[in-house]
C-alpha cells in the first residue's frame, strides 16, 4: 500500500507541472463541451484530435484523450438533465429522472446531485485502477500467445454479449472488423492482403480514417436525416446544492452505482453506457416504491451517473495492464499509445511510470477540474446548446478533415473516410453498431499474430489452447458467457435492461 | 430500399451485405497460400474469417427471408450524398488550391445536405472557418498544408 501510495506522490509530481496540468484541463473542459452537445461523442472527438497530439509527449497527449472521455460523462449529464436530450450515450437513463426533476424546478438539485456522484465515483474508480492495476500486469507476464489468443476471445465475446441489440449483429460487426484488420502487408510473409495493389494500404487501413468515418461522418450523415431538434426550454436551474433529506436519500444510490460502475469498466466489452442502464434498472429494483421512477426521483439521477463515471475510469484497466480494449473509446486510446510509439500490454507500468501513474494522478485532478467546471460553470454551457446543428455539423466536418489529412499529409485517408462513412450510415440503417466492428479492427492483427504464434510453438496443434492453464479458464469462461446469453430466461432479462 | 415483399427487410439486406463484402474478400484473396495449422500461410486466417463472416451473412438472409422483421427506415439520399461530396471536394482541393479555398468549397457543398438551409449564414460562417484554421492549424500548429493555390 506504501507503495502504491510513493507511486502516486510521483505520478502528481508528473501532473502538476504546467504543461500537463493545462492539458488535462483543455481535456476536461473539451470533454464537458462534447459531453452538452448532443451528436458529438467522444470517439469522434479522440479520433478528432489524435493527430493535433502529435506534437505532445505521449504522457501528455494520453492525459488529455483521458480527460476527454470522463469529462464527457459529466457533460453528458447537464443536457439530459435540461433538455431532455442525453449529450452522451451514456447519460441517456440519467434524462429519464434528471428532466423531470428539471421540470419540477429542481434542476439545479439534480445537476449537483449528478457531478457529486459523479466526482465521487471518479476518485473511487481511479482508486482502483491504482490499486488494481500493477497486481494485474504482474500476473499478465506470465502470459504467452496461447493466454493472449484466448483473453482476445474472452474480449470479443463479453463485448458481443453487452453489445445492445441483436447478438448476431454483433457477431458479424467483430468479424468484418477483425478482416478489415487484415488489410495491409502480412507480417511473417510479406505479401500484399485486400491492398487492390495501393501502397497507401501497404501499412493497414488508417486507423483515424475508419474511426471517423464510423462515428463522425456516419453520426453526422444520421443526424442530419432525423433533423436535430432542440429548444432550450427549462428556464430557472434553481438551487444548486441539494437539501440534506435528498442527499441521504441518494447515499446508498451512489455507492451502488459506482460499484456496479466500476465492474462494468473492468470488464471486456461492458464501459459506460451499460454501466449506466444496469444502474439505473437496479435501483429500480431495490428501490421501494418504484414507481417513484420515471417522475423524479433523484437516485435515477445518482446512480447511472456515479456508474458511468466509474466505469470511465476502470475501463483503462484492461488497456494498461492487458493491453486489451474494452471499448471503442480504449481501442482509439489504444491507437493513440501506437502512434506515439507504445505498445499497450503488461509492461506499460514498469517500462512507462510517469504515464500510469502521472495519468492516474491526471484523474483525481481532472475530476476536481470537472466538478467546478460543470457547477459553478453551468450557465455558460447551456448557452452553447444554443448553436444550431446546420452549423456545428459543418465545424464538424472541417476538423475533421484537416485531422485526418494531417496524419500523413495525404489527401488518400479521407477517400478512405468517405468509404467509411457511407459504411457506417448503412450499418446503423441496418441495426448494426459499429463499436465492435472498431474492437475487431484493433484486435485483429494482434489475434492473427498470437494464434499463428502460438500454433508454431504447439506444430499445429489447436488443443494448445486448451492445454495451458490461465488459457483454458479464459475459454471456459467465453463459453459461459456464451451460454448465458443464448438461454432464454436471460437473454429476456437483457433485452429488459436495454429496453429501459 | 424500402421494400414489403421481403418480410425481415433489415436481417435481409444487412445479411446481403455482409454476403457481398465476404465473397469479395474471398476472392481477393484466393491467390494468397492458405498453408496448413502448423505452418499458416498469410491467407489462412483472412479466409477463416471471411468463411464465417459469409456463413453469418447467409443466415441472416435466410432469416429475412422466413421470419418476419423490422423493415428499413426509409433512406434520405441528400445528407449522405453531399457530405461524401464535401469530404471527397476538400481531398481534391486541399493539395491543389490550399487550405482555405477547400474549407470553403466542402462548406458550401455540406450546406446542400442539410434540410434547413440558410445558404448566406453557412458560407460566412465557411469563409470564417477558412480563417480561423488557417491561423489555428497552419500558423499556430504547423500543420504543413497550402494556404494558397
Known amino acids: ?500 | 430500399m424500402r421494400s414489403n415483399s421481403v418480410r425481415g427487410a433489415v436481417d435481409f439486406y444487412s445479411g446481403l451485405l455482409l454476403a457481398v463484402l465476404a465473397v469479395a474478400a474471398i476472392f481477393l484473396l484466393r491467390d494468397l497460400e492458405i498453408g496448413t495449422a502448423s505452418d499458416m500461410g498469410p491467407g489462412y486466417f483472412p479466409v477463416a474469417i471471411s468463411i464465417v463472416l459469409l456463413a453469418v451473412g447467409v443466415f441472416l438472409i435466410g432469416r429475412g427471408l422466413v421470419l418476419d422483421g423490422p423493415q428499413v427506415s426509409g433512406m434520405n439520399w441528400r445528407p449522405i450524398l453531399f457530405v461524401s461530396l464535401s469530404l471527397l471536394a476538400f481531398a481534391l482541393l486541399v493539395d491543389r488550391a490550399g487550405l482555405p479555398i477547400a474549407i470553403v468549397a466542402q462548406v458550401a457543398i455540406a450546406t446542400l445536405g442539410s434540410s434547413e438551409r440558410s445558404f448566406l449564414q453557412s458560407l460566412l460562417f465557411g469563409i470564417a472557418l477558412a480563417a480561423a484554421s488557417s491561423v489555428i492549424f497552419v500558423r499556430l500548429l504547423g500543420v504543413p498544408m497550402r494556404l494558397f493555390p
Not at chain 1, 483515424?208 to 450523415?221: H, P, S
Not at chain 1, 501513474?357 to 454551457?381: D, H, K, R, Y
Not at chain 1, 484493433?442 to 502460438?454: A, D, H, K, T
Open chain 1, 1 to 500: 500500500m506504501i507503495d502504491v501510495f510513493s507511486l502516486l506522490g510521483h505520478g502528481f509530481l508528473v501532473v502538476l507541472t504546467p504543461t500537463n496540468l493545462f492539458f488535462c484541463l483543455v481535456g476536461a473542459v473539451l470533454g464537458t463541451l462534447i459531453g452538452v452537445l448532443p451528436g458529438l461523442g467522444p470517439v469522434a472527438t479522440i479520433s478528432l484530435l489524435l493527430p493535433a497530439t502529435f506534437a505532445l509527449e505521449p504522457t501528455t497527449a494520453i492525459i488529455m484523450l483521458a480527460g476527454i472521455y470522463y469529462g464527457a460523462q459529466y457533460g453528458g449529464s447537464t443536457t439530459a438533465i435540461l433538455v431532455n436530450i442525453p449529450g452522451e450515450s451514456t447519460s441517456v437513463v440519467t434524462a429519464l429522472d434528471g428532466y423531470k426533476m428539471a421540470q419540477q424546478g429542481r434542476a439545479g438539485e439534480a445537476l449537483a446531485i449528478a457531478a457529486i456522484g459523479s466526482f465521487l465515483a471518479g476518485c473511487f474508480g481511479t482508486v482502483v485502477v491504482a490499486v488494481a492495476g500493477p497486481p494485474l500486469a504482474g500476473f499478465a507476464q506470465r502470459f504467452a500467445s496461447p493466454e493472449y489468443f484466448s483473453l482476445m476471445v474472452l474480449g470479443l465475446i463479453s463485448a458481443i454479449v453487452l453489445a445492445n441489440g441483436s447478438v448476431i449483429r454483433a457477431i458479424a460487426m467483430i468479424l468484418l472488423g477483425l478482416l478489415i484488420g487484415m488489410v495491409g502487408i502480412d507480417v511473417n510473409s510479406g505479401q500484399s492482403r485486400l491492398t487492390f495493389g495501393m501502397p497507401e494500404l501497404y501499412d493497414g487501413v488508417s486507423f483515424v480514417a475508419a474511426a471517423m468515418g464510423l462515428f463522425g461522418v456516419a453520426e453526422v450523415i444520421c443526424n442530419l436525416e432525423d433533423g436535430i431538434q432542440r429548444g432550450l426550454n427549462a428556464g430557472r436551474i434553481g438551487s444548486l446544492m441539494p437539501s440534506r433529506a435528498v442527499m441521504r436519500a441518494v447515499r446508498w444510490a451512489v455507492v451502488r452505482g459506482t460499484l456496479l460502475g466500476t465492474a462494468f469498466g473492468i470488464l471486456p466489452g461492458g464501459g459506460a453506457t451499460v454501466a449506466s442502464f444496469s444502474a439505473y434498472a437496479l435501483e429500480k429494483r431495490v428501490a421501494k416504491d418504484s414507481t417513484r421512477f420515471g417522475r423524479g426521483a433523484p437516485e435515477g439521477v445518482a446512480a447511472p451517473e456515479s456508474a458511468n463515471n466509474a466505469a470511465a475510469q476502470t475501463s483503462f484497466v484492461p488497456l494498461l495492464t492487458l493491453g486489451i480494449p474494452t471499448s471503442a473509446t480504449m481501442a482509439l486510446m489504444v491507437g493513440a499509445l501506437i502512434l506515439h510509439g507504445i505498445t499497450p500490454g503488461p509492461t506499460v507500468i514498469t517500462r512507462q511510470p510517469d504515464l500510469f501513474w502521472g495519468l492516474i494522478a491526471s484523474m483525481f485532478v481532472g475530476n476536481v477540474m470537472l466538478i467546478i467546471i460543470n457547477l459553478p460553470m453551468i450557465g455558460i454551457w447551456v448557452r452553447l446548446l444554443l448553436v444550431p446543428y446546420r452549423l456545428l455539423f459543418l465545424l464538424i466536418l472541417v476538423i475533421s478533415s484537416i485531422g485526418i489529412y494531417s496524419v500523413n499529409n495525404s489527401p488518400f485517408d479521407l477517400y478512405l473516410t468517405i468509404g467509411f462513412g457511407i459504411l457506417g450510415y448503412l450499418l446503423r440503417k441496418l441495426d448494426a453498431e459499429p463499436a465492435p466492428l472498431l474492437m475487431g479492427f484493433v484486435l485483429g492483427p494482434m489475434m492473427e499474430e498470437n494464434f499463428r504464434r502460438s500454433l508454431i510453438i504447439s506444430r499445429g496443434d489447436p488443443l494448445v489452447f486448451l492445454q495451458r492453464p490461465i488459457s483454458l479458464v479464459l475459454l471456459v469462461m467465453s463459453l459461459a458467457l456464451l451460454i448465458t446469453v443464448a438461454m432464454p430466461a436471460i437473454r429476456r432479462r437483457r433485452e429488459e435492461v436495454f429496453q429501459e
